[in-house]
């Protein structure tokens, strides 16, 4: 299934009990109702993120992020972020939200986030 807007897209394929989400574009304000849509779907599945190419993310996509990792958790499922790009990465990093990242992804400097609680 493709989910598209003007210049960004997501790609679901769902194996091994997990929803694959592969994001591809600009992520950005006009792009979230497009993650928004597949949330529902997803629902009784752990959740991968492919953020690789994504080639712009704002702050109202950090949100949308946000959102769906607290309803997975909600759901008792789990949210990760794999192949994640610098400037993506940086964003989770600066906001204490870098323990979706998967091991990979996440900075070698030996600083890594913990999970807080929930923003509601």
């Not at 712009?56 to 972020?81: C, I, N, T, Y």
């Not at 990465?89 to 600066?94: A, G, S, T, W, Y």
Request: hydrophobic content about 45%; proline content about 2%.
């Amino acid at each position: 299934m493709l989910v598209p807007s003007e210049v960004f897209s997501v790609r679901v394929v769902s194996s091994n009990g997990a929803a694959h989400l592969r994001l591809s574009g600009r992520f950005d304000l006009a792009a979230v109702s497009s993650l928004d849509d597949l949330i529902g779907e997803t629902k009784q599945l752990d959740v991968v993120m492919d953020l690789g190419d994504v080639t712009f993310m704002d702050g109202a996509a950090w949100l949308a992020v946000m959102d769906f990792e607290h309803r997975a958790h909600d759901w008792g499922k789990e949210l990760r972020l794999v192949n994640t790009p610098a400037t993506v990465r940086r964003i989770f990093e600066l906001t204490a939200t870098g323990y979706l990242l998967s091991d990979t992804d996440r900075a070698t400097n030996g600083r890594h986030a913990r999970r807080t609680a929930p923003m509601r």
